[in-house]
C-alpha cells in the first residue's frame, strides 16, 4: 500500500526564489540537511503515516517539514533531540487539545478559545507565522480582525508546555492596537494577557508552564540584534520566572490577586472587572478542554 505521506523534496519544500545564487544555496542546504537527518525524517514519515490525523498540517504548508531539518523551538535541540520533541508535541497536544479541536484545527486552521471585553477574541491556531517556533500559537485579535500579539509554543516530555515566542503587532498603527487592547483588558497589557492564559491553561492541563531564555529562542542569532525586538529573560522574569535545572523559564501557573481593599478606591473597580474577566475566561477554557 502506497504511504500517505512522504517527505518533501526540495521545490515543494523551499518557496521559489527568482535570485539564481540564493536558490542554488538553498537547494544544496536542502540536501545536505536530508542527508544528515536521514534516520529522523524517516521517524517523521513513519511517525506521520502511523497518525494520519496530522498530514494535513504538513500538506496545507509543506515547509512545516523543515523542522524536522533545521531547528524547533529550541536551538540547544539536537538533531535526535529535535526529532523527539516533535512528536512529542503531537502525541501530547492528542491528549491535551482532543480529537475535536484538532479536527477543527486541521479544517479551518483556528479554534476561538474565548470572547473577550470589546468584541476582542482570543484564539488558538496552526502557527502561521514561523514554524521553527511551534506548531501553534494562541492570539489576541480585535473586532477589525487585527493580530494584537501572538505567542507560539509547544508540549514538551513528559508533561510540559513551553512558550515558544511573544510577538507584537507589526503595523502602523501597532502602538495604537497595543493601547486599546490594554483598556479594554481592564489594564492587562495584551503580552501578559496571552501568559495568563497559559497560566490557566497550564492548570487545566496539569502541566509544568516553561518559557524559552533569550539566547536558546530559535530566532536567536548572536550578531544579528534586528530579529528579536524585547529580551525575553527580562520578560520572564517579570512574570516571575525562575531559571530552573534544564534551563528554561519556569512561570508560576497561579494568577496573582491583590485583594480588592488593598487597591487604591479610584482603580477598584477596574480590578473587579479585570478578576471577572480572568474568571470567565478560565470557565471558558475548562469548557472547551
Known sequence: ????????????????????????RSRIRYYFYRLQCYKECNQFVNFLNQNPQWITIFDKVPYRCNTVL??????????????????ANFDLAEKRLGLSTIDT???????????????????????????????WSI?????EKESVYDASFSFLLPNQLLIASIQGPNESNSQQLVKSATKNLHGIRPMFMLVNVFKILSQIWGCKLIAIPHKNQSKYRWNDSNRLLFNYDEFWQENDGKLNKEGYWELPIEIERKPLEEI?????????????????????LVALF
Open 1 to 24: 500500500m502506497k504511504p500517505l505521506f512522504s517527505f518533501p523534496n526540495f521545490k515543494t519544500l523551499q518557496p521559489y526564489d527568482k535570485r539564481f545564487l540564493k536558490r542554488l
Open 70 to 87: 533545521r531547528k524547533y523551538c529550541d536551538n540547544r535541540f539536537s538533531k535526535s533531540t529535535r526529532i523527539e520533541a516533535i512528536l
Open 105 to 135: 484545527l486541521n479544517k479551518q486552521e483556528r479554534v476561538l478559545l474565548a470572547e473577550l471585553p470589546a468584541e476582542f477574541k482570543l484564539y488558538l491556531n496552526l502557527n502561521k507565522i514561523d514554524p521553527f517556533e511551534g506548531f
Open 139 to 143: 492570539n489576541i485579535e480585535n473586532h
Open 264 to 284: 487604591q478606591s479610584k482603580k477598584r473597580s477596574m480590578y473587579r472587572k479585570r478578576y471577572e474577566m480572568l474568571d470567565k475566561l478560565a470557565m471558558d
